[in-house]
């Protein structure tokens, strides 16, 4: 059963930083994507970055290159994305995801595994 668990979400003012974790179990995503994404109340899911697990590319939205960075530890199977200077339009529910296209790594459709997502929220 393959598993995706978050960590590391929580309150933060705005200007801070968090450092997200998603440990994966069950399988491994070589030659798939694994991304993060993040849905605010009242508003559609949407993409955040996205790494290519074997090759190391990464994918930004434009709202949070510069600040946000993805990065990925295979020896332990986990994906991280570290947030500084954050904002109050970063709050949101953020998700995990793996085995998503390499070709279309911002499109959540493309992902079959999801995390149960992790609340950050940013105060002004």
């Known amino acids: 059963q393959v598993q995706l668990v978050e960590s590391g979400g929580g309150l933060v003012q705005a200007g801070g930083s968090l450092r997200l974790s998603c440990a994966a179990s069950?399988?491994?995503?070589?030659?798939?994507?694994m991304g993060w994404f993040r849905q605010a109340p009242g508003k559609e899911r949407e993409f955040v970055a996205a790494?290519?697990?074997?090759?190391?590319?990464?994918y930004y939205a434009d709202s949070v290159k510069c600040r946000f960075t993805i990065s990925r530890d295979v020896a332990k199977n986990t994906v991280y994305l570290q947030m500084n200077s954050l904002k109050p339009e970063d709050t949101a529910v953020y998700y995990c995801a793996g085995g998503g296209s390499i070709w279309n790594p911002r499109t959540p459709t493309t992902y079959n595994y999801w995390g149960q997502g992790t609340q950050v929220t940013v105060s002004s």
């Open positions: 790494i290519n697990w074997s090759r190391g590319n990464t």
């Open positions: 069950g399988r491994t995503f070589s030659s798939y994507a």
